[in-house]
């Protein structure tokens, strides 16, 4: 079975510190993800990747950033933490075909106080 | 625009059949996905509908209409440990997949 790693199950944080956010893949997947979740909201993308130093921003990209220097790794910054980035982050990812299923990460739940 | 339309909670009793509608409506449609998520935890991947019809998988089946924009899915012999999220996301193509908030589904006994 593919296992998507990140790196902390929960974290707390101070506002305007830099925050990393580490996601691994063991399956050699293309495509990796990054997604926040709140209450009563859908998930939604942050940042994909589609290949190593490839990033391609999504639906919701201010206040962060992503890095890929290796296939199996795809890490996501929040330069400057806000109160408002406190969130349930997801990591996934999916081999690079079409409608491929996301394999997801267990998560991290940030609080940014 | 994208919308996606399912209720917000459900509630059935264990051993019964319970069937979890979605209405969608995405600009492009490349198929659709159900993914189950337990609280706390990652969404897992149910079921996958590109053509319209009925995919039966053990307990879980999922149903397609393309033309109606409309997805249900169906448990059967339910169990208090299907107690979760279920979630109806269409994909309006590559990389494109739009989730909702989901149905919250208690199981009792």
């Known amino acids: 079975d593919v296992k998507v790693t990140q790196s902390s199950r929960y974290l707390v944080k101070r506002t305007g510190e830099k925050v990393f956010l580490e996601c691994v893949q063991d399956?050699?997947?293309?495509?990796m993800f990054w997604y926040r979740q709140d209450p009563g909201l859908g998930l939604r993308l942050i940042y994909f990747?589609?290949?190593?130093?490839?990033?391609e921003k999504g639906d919701i990209p201010e206040g962060y950033s992503v890095s890929r220097e290796k296939k199996e790794r795809f890490s996501l910054i929040l330069e400057s933490a806000s109160t408002n980035q406190t969130s349930m982050y997801l990591c996934?990812?999916?081999?690079?075909?079409?409608?491929?299923?996301?394999?997801f990460g267990s998560g991290t739940q940030l609080s940014v106080l | 625009g994208q919308n996606i339309d399912q209720p917000t909670e459900m509630t059935a009793t264990e051993g019964a059949i319970v069937q979890i509608n979605c209405t969608y409506q995405?600009?492009?449609?490349?198929?659709l996905f159900w993914y189950q998520q337990h609280a706390g935890e990652a969404p897992t991947f149910l079921s996958y509908?590109?053509?319209?019809g009925l995919e039966e998988k053990g307990r879980f089946s999922s149903f397609l209409s393309r033309s109606k924009g409309y997805s249900y899915l169906l448990l059967k012999e339910l169990q208090m440990k299907d107690s979760a999220s279920y979630l109806c996301?269409?994909?309006?193509?590559?990389?494109?997949?739009?989730f909702g908030a989901g149905t919250r589904l208690a199981v009792h006994p």
């Open positions: 996934a990812s999916s081999r690079a075909r079409t409608n491929e299923k996301l394999f």
């Open positions: 399956m050699d997947h293309e495509n």
């Open positions: 990747s589609y290949d190593v130093k490839m990033k």
């Open positions: 995405t600009s492009g449609f490349n198929g």
């Open positions: 509908n590109v053509l319209d």
């Open positions: 996301v269409p994909s309006g193509g590559y990389n494109k997949l739009i």
